[in-house]
């Protein structure tokens, strides 16, 4: 399934870049989160299937980026562009898998409140991800 290839692209960069990797629902960021910096992963969802004869499979894909630090400290600036860049390589990442035909739509924007009760700063990140389905 090419979700699990999606899935597995982000897991490895998001640790690359020295994150804790989770994926699951969004009602459940708050409970499973317990090491920062965390990327979260819910789960992509599939948008449109297309191809006459080669299948590409799009998916949505929405990530949350934290870092310990509240987002009202006069640091929050700095660890938001930090989130950003590391969104981006995340977003560069899945582009260079040679199963993903394109990537499109990145959007970036920070969060106004703390996600978990640990108090961080957080980004979403969304874009979609075009698969090459392979049987």
């Keep these: 399934m090419e979700r699990e290839s999606l899935t597995a692209v982000l897991k490895r960069a998001a640790e690359d870049l020295g994150y804790v990797f989770y994926i699951g629902s969004e009602s459940l960021l708050a409970a499973k989160v ?27 894909v929405r990530l949350r980026l934290m870092m310990a630090g509240v987002p009202d400290d006069a640091g929050s ?24 035909r394109s990537v499109r739509g990145l959007k970036v924007s920070p969060e106004t409140k703390p996600l978990t009760p640990r108090g961080e700063t957080a980004v979403a990140a969304e874009f979609e991800a075009e698969m090459f389905y392979c049987d």
């Design 34 to 60: 317990t090491v920062l910096p965390a990327v979260w992963l819910t789960v992509p969802v599939l948008k449109r299937v297309s191809g006459r004869r080669e299948r590409r499979d799009t998916y949505a």
């Design 77 to 100: 600036r700095e660890v938001w562009r930090i989130l950003e860049d590391d969104a981006a390589a995340l977003y560069g990442a899945v582009r260079a898998c040679e199963r993903v």
